[in-house]
């Protein structure tokens, strides 16, 4: 059960049945569907490439551009823990893949683990890269808060994928996936979705910035993200954050980016103060101009970032105010 | 309901880290380690739970490892009602982790709360694995716990302030993103105080059989990627950000 | 004098005054001692003497507001001398032929000189206080709007007290007086010992009502007195009794050396009859007079703390509630009647306001008691939680590694002795802020290279050097402290040294004044010392006097705390500096803002100004363009004011190293031979681990 079939293509790597746990949200496939989908069809390497979809999104099908087959699930298009896994696991036995993507997300994590323990496959969580070498996967994992990558290889196993670790392009791009109903058990319904929440509104949403300045927990206190909202308003930008400083409180939710955050795409963006954690660096390492300032010179964010200083944020917020005005 | 907060020591992130001579594992010789960020913040919320009198009684369990008592006793001073210790048994990775805690948990408890996640659980969220191996649900990235009688409401967040709210049957497991409140403080002397009056129940436990497992081939610090372009001055920065049309 | 039916009525006038004045003072006796030990009455009659001594030179009152302290002592003096006066005015009335005018005795012609003069100067003295408060009204008689008030404070009861306070003297001293005048009159002589008295009383001459004037005035001076006494309880003006008995219980060792917990399982106090007894009977003495809120850096800058409302409010509430007090049915709870929770987390543990106290108030204590209940019950802001958690698990408040600890010594051009392995003659105890803060480490590196330069022998505890505490302490943390002093002492017991050595006043505060008690006794230095020292001796040779003008910051805690004051002047001094003193200096140095944890807190919402900013301002002031400070956090602190207050052109912030360095023109100094002979004579083995920190 543990081994993969071995058949072999003619570049020399072993076809592989892979199949990829779409998420969506409000009717729309979020971008790590795509990614994954997109080095999904790569490590199938002509072998299988099937992207499991629920409720209504099988009417986006066509958008899967890189599966072979979409297995529509049926069900509601909220995310329910437990009707998703369960409808999930059945399909996922039938199927007998060898290798599960899921999203190393907020949805994610209710699926992955409890997958890889109900079909008895390893877990491998937060992926940033994924090969097939043959007779098994290689997988790259970042841990410790992205101080240290993790090489570890399993034949078969159920892989969460770190956001912007693919590209989602190569995702839609392709054929059109054929659409097979699946009739599936969505469990005991111990778990009963009640609402969705939407946040608050912002005043500004971050999100359509072009120019972000953004602190982290390198800011100390509350009354210095004063001296970085000064500058943020010279430069005509708006201000972020990661999450620590929305947890203690400084600044509100709709500042944050990050995983558990907003995704952001700004043309620059100037990160005070920031370590540069996996979960920071996925909501905003797509930014076209990333500058970096941390005293630390091993801090993780200078690995995404075009520029960098190492000095102290207050010192370089000083001094550019001063050459500014 | 009665509540047993899952604790799990992890190596502090200010440390230096390094690997170790085998070049798969870190070297945590000289490291310290300090209790999981998210499994303080569940710790946090079971016991506002009990304070807001929806919850009975708080257990911490925790397995046996470095300065484990330490975190245990902490617990206790925050407000759990007992602490138990796993002894006997090596659990290497979230998973074995996970059917450690399986064992010891049994049936005893309405609810079970841990962190999230860990930033070493490269085998997968502990808490739902538990889950399923206890064959109860799951619901993580929880930022708020209402309790009630057999069902309690969840808050599950995703992302940008976005969450959905939940009913969840008990028994069941809950993966705590963030407490309703910052995490309150331990004041050493009643930590103190904690290790003089009271005892840490232990359970001897066996050990884990052959788990599933990945096999790891290396580890490292990431390869700087081309990495950032170092700017000498302030100056410097001031001509980029004329060019990038910012100042 | 008096007619029989006037000397019986004023012996029941004594009577039940007497007897409410009893219930008062009696029920003060039973508050106070419902407090918990305080340990101040040891050797008690040479306390009282030292005390009597000096209240007898006003020598607490002319620690500042000078012109203020003069006028009181007109009514001090004069007050205390009325003592014999009523004396005498109560044998007139009751002794046939009783008097002292017309008397060519001495004493007799001193005491009507001495009772006519100070009669003048006390009335002279109370219009003054009363012109003062009620026309003048300084600004530092107000509260901060975010000060926490009894209501009865806040709708005017110091004035209130004030004006019955005023008026009393004045009616009972100026019909004394003016009495004094009537007997003349009476007499028709001139008496040259009553020279103000004569002066009126020809006014007075023929007048018929002169013996009734006589008998009023009597009645005037002595029935008030009598009359006051019952008031005094609820008066501030107890302070004629208390302020002297609170002097005698002043704290007589180190001021640095705080007390341990009474219970350690029940540290603190969340109500005024669990603080020592001292502190409650600080409420009784206090005069009002706001010199401690003129001083306390976080008042002046804006924050709700006031350490004279604490004492007023805790007055307050005790005047309107004594009797349920004292039988203990009631309990005055601190943080809802006498000071708010942010203010007691806005304290910096400077120690000015006890310092300024004349009658020997110690406010700073009981925010210290309230902050110990605080920490134990889990209250307090979250960014201190943050730091004492690290201090906690690594030995520091950043949040570092205990292993970066050494980090500084990276850039060095010699080794450093590991002193938890070698013998060494001073024990550098660096310190946090020293070793890990961007401001100073480039201070202690200098410190390290001037050390070496002239062969000191030194050497640090490296990684295992933990916090000392001393801030801890001060926020109230008393288990971490007690653990943190546990593991330091277990480390120096393993350590060979003569003295230990620290650039950090608070470290060295902690570690003279309070270590003995957890059972370790060292002999400590602050570098200021240690390089005074070395150059008086011509180890360390001035080439290059430096002719700059500089003023010195003395930092709270080795100055005002620990007298610490020349050492480091002396040091500029040889340096060729021109010390230019600013106007609150020595024990009246005006705290940075950074103690008793606010280095690691956010500002108070409503702070205007910072104390560093402040401090800046009156250094520009002397006209000095260098800030001298001998202590990291200072370091840390001004370098920031003086940024933030756009003074970067204006003032330069300096350490007593720079000047030292300098003058012995360190950068010239072929140290190789130095740092041979170092390496030669010392076998340091480093751990793998430390030399990649």
Request: proline share 7%; glycine share 6%; charged share 20%.
């Given at each position: 059960m543990h081994e993969k079939k071995q058949i072999h293509t003619e570049k020399g790597l072993t076809m592989a049945n892979v199949l990829v746990i779409t998420e969506h949200m409000k009717g729309e496939f979020q971008d790590i569907s795509f990614e994954m989908l997109g080095q999904a069809r790569k490590l199938a390497a002509g072998g299988s490439c099937s992207a499991i979809v629920y409720g209504s999104m099988k009417d986006h099908s066509s958008e899967l551009g890189a599966a072979d087959r979409v297995l529509s699930l049926g069900g509601s298009d909220d995310f329910n823990p437990e009707a998703y896994f369960s409808a999930a696991l059945q399909v996922i036995q039938s199927e007998s893949p060898d290798l599960v993507l899921v999203g190393s997300t907020s949805m994610g994590m209710d699926l992955a683990p409890v997958l890889g323990v109900s079909l008895d496959l390893p877990v491998i969580s937060y992926c940033s890269g994924i090969e097939n070498s043959g007779d098994s996967f290689e997988f790259k994992s970042q841990l410790y808060g992205g101080k240290m990558e993790v090489n570890s290889t399993a034949p078969k196993a159920v892989a969460m994928v770190l956001a912007g670790s693919f590209s989602a392009d190569e995702g839609k791009s392709g054929g059109s996936a054929s659409v097979e109903e699946v009739s599936a058990d969505f469990g005991a319904g111990r778990v009963k979705f009640k609402e969705l929440i939407e946040p608050e509104a912002a005043d500004v949403d971050i999100t359509q910035s072009d120019i972000l300045v953004a602190v982290g927990r390198g800011i100390g206190n509350k009354d210095d993200i004063e001296v970085v909202q000064e500058l943020a308003e010279n430069l005509k930008a708006d201000l972020a954050c990661s999450r620590p400083i929305v947890d203690a409180g400084w600044l509100p939710k709709s500042c944050q980016v990050g995983k558990s955050g907003l995704k952001v795409n700004p043309k620059v963006y100037i990160a005070l103060g920031i370590s540069g954690a996996p979960e920071h660096l996925e909501g905003?390492?797509?930014?076209?101009t990333i500058i970096a300032i941390n005293?630390?010179?091993?801090?993780?964010i200078f690995d995404v970032a075009h520029y960098g200083m190492t000095e102290d944020l207050f010192d370089i917020c000083e001094e550019l105010e001063n050459s500014l005005s | 309901m009665k509540i047993a907060v899952l604790l799990k020591q992890v190596p502090d992130l200010a440390e230096e880290l390094e690997v170790d001579d085998s070049g798969k594992a870190l070297d945590t010789e000289y490291i310290k380690f300090r209790l999981n960020e998210y499994d303080e913040h569940a710790l946090e919320e079971a016991v506002s739970l009990k304070e807001a009198g929806q919850a009975s009684e708080v257990a911490a369990i925790a397995l046996d490892g470095e300065e484990v008592d330490k975190a245990l006793f902490t617990a206790m001073a925050k407000g759990a009602d007992k602490a138990i210790k796993i002894i006997g048994a090596e659990a290497e990775g979230s998973r074995a982790v996970a059917s450690l805690f399986a064992e010891a948990v049994g049936t005893e408890y309405d609810l079970i709360m841990t962190g999230v996640q860990s930033v070493d659980d490269r085998e997968g969220m502990m808490g739902p694995m538990l889950s399923s191996m206890l064959k109860v649900p799951c619901v993580s990235v929880v930022t708020r716990v209402e309790g009630g009688d057999s069902s309690i409401t969840v808050h599950k967040e995703y992302f940008g302030g976005l969450m959905s709210a939940f009913d969840v049957q008990m028994p069941a497991v809950l993966g705590i993103q963030a407490a309703r409140q910052t995490p309150r403080y331990a004041p050493v002397s009643k930590v103190r105080q904690i290790q003089e009056s009271a005892s840490i129940e232990e359970i001897s436990l066996n050990g884990v059989s052959d788990t599933v497992k990945s096999e790891v081939t290396s580890m490292a610090p990431p390869t700087k990627t081309g990495g950032a372009k170092m700017l000498g001055s302030v100056d410097e920065l001031v001509e980029l950000l004329k060019e990038k049309g910012v100042a | 004098m008096l007619s029989t039916t006037e000397q019986i009525a004023f012996v029941l006038l004594v009577l039940v005054c007497g007897g409410l004045a009893f219930q008062g003072f009696q029920r003060i006796y039973l508050i106070v001692s419902q407090g918990e030990p305080s340990?101040?009455?040891?050797?008690f009659p040479s306390r009282l003497i030292k005390a009597l001594i000096e209240v007898g030179l006003q020598k607490p009152l002319f620690k500042s507001r000078p012109i203020v302290s003069l006028f009181h002592s007109f009514i001090f003096f004069g007050f205390s001398f009325y003592l014999l006066v009523n004396i005498n005015d109560l044998l007139e009335a009751y002794i046939?032929?009783?008097?002292?005018?017309?008397?060519?005795?001495p004493m007799a012609l001193g005491f009507n000189l001495f009772s006519d003069l100070f009669s003048v100067l006390v009335l002279i003295g109370i219009i003054y206080f009363l012109i003062r408060r009620f026309i003048g009204k300084p600004r530092v008689f107000e509260f901060n709007k975010n000060v926490k008030l009894q209501n009865k404070v806040s709708e005017g009861g110091i004035r209130k007290d004030s004006l019955i306070v005023g008026i009393f003297i004045i009616l009972h001293v100026g019909s004394r007086w003016l009495g004094s005048a009537f007997h003349l009159a009476e007499r028709e002589v001139a008496e040259w010992s009553m020279p103000t008295a004569s002066l009126v009383a020809p006014l007075f001459l023929g007048w018929s009502g002169l013996e009734t004037g006589i008998h009023v005035t009597w009645w005037l001076a002595m029935g008030l007195i009598v009359l006051f006494i019952p008031y005094f309880p609820y008066s501030k003006h107890i302070h004629i009794f208390l302020a002297p008995l609170n002097l005698a219980f002043a704290n007589r060792e180190a001021n640095g050396k705080l007390m341990e917990p009474a219970d350690s399982s029940k540290p603190g106090a969340s109500t005024l009859d669990e603080l020592p007894w001292k502190q409650v009977f600080d409420s009784y003495a206090c005069i009002m007079c706001t010199r401690c809120h003129e001083v306390c850096p976080a008042h002046e800058s804006g924050?709700?703390?006031s350490p004279s409302a604490l004492e007023i409010n805790k007055r307050y509430f005790i005047n309107q509630n004594s009797s349920d007090l004292a039988s203990g049915k009631l309990k005055l709870d601190l943080l809802q009647e006498a000071i708010s929770s942010d203010a007691v987390w806005s304290c910096t543990t400077c120690m000015a306001c006890v310092e300024v106290c004349p009658v020997g108030n110690e406010p700073m204590q009981d925010i210290l008691q309230i902050r110990r209940k605080l920490v134990f019950d889990a209250k307090m802001p979250d960014e201190l939680s943050d730091a004492l958690r690290s201090l906690d698990e690594q030995g520091n408040s950043f949040g570092e590694s205990s292993r970066k600890r050494t980090r500084w010594t990276r850039d060095l051009d010699f080794p450093i002795k590991d002193a938890s392995k070698e013998k060494v003659e001073y024990l550098w105890y660096v310190g946090d802020f020293a070793s890990f803060n961007q401001n100073c480490i480039e201070k202690t590196r200098k410190v390290a290279e001037v050390l070496t330069a002239v062969g000191v022998d030194f050497g640090i505890l490296m990684k295992d050097e933990k916090s000392a505490g001393n801030d801890a302490r001060r926020v109230g943390e008393e288990g971490l402290f007690d653990a943190l002093a546990e593991d330091n002492i277990q480390t120096l017991e393993n350590c060979d040294f003569q003295h230990i050595l620290t650039t950090d006043p608070h470290t060295y505060n902690t570690l003279r004044n309070e270590y003995p008690s957890k059972g370790g006794v060292y002999s400590v230095k602050h570098y200021s010392t240690l390089l005074m020292e070395l150059i008086l001796s011509g180890r360390i040779k001035i080439t290059k006097p430096l002719k700059l003008k500089a003023t010195y910051h003395d930092p709270c805690y080795l100055g005002r705390y620990n007298g610490i004051f020349d050492a480091p002047r002396e040091v500029m001094r040889q340096c060729g500096v021109e010390l230019l003193e600013m106007s609150r200096n020595r024990t009246n140095s005006f705290c940075c803002g950074a103690g008793g944890g606010q280095v690691w807190k956010k500002e108070h919402e409503d702070m205007k100004q910072r104390p560093s900013e402040n401090r800046i301002e009156e250094a520009l002031l002397t006209g000095a363009n260098y800030f001298t400070v001998a202590c990291p956090k200072d370091m840390s602190m001004y370098s920031d004011a003086v940024k933030t207050s756009g003074n970067e052109n204006n003032m330069a912030v300096r350490d007593l190293v720079d000047y030292v360095a300098e003058a012995m023109e360190l950068e010239k100094m072929t140290n190789e031979k130095t740092y041979e002979a170092v390496k030669e004579s010392s076998i340091v083995e480093k751990d793998a681990s430390e030399l990649q920190v």
């Open positions: 905003m390492k797509s930014s076209s005293t630390d010179k091993n801090a993780p | - | 340990y101040r009455t040891d050797n046939e032929g009783w008097t002292t005018i017309g008397s060519s005795n924050s709700p703390l």
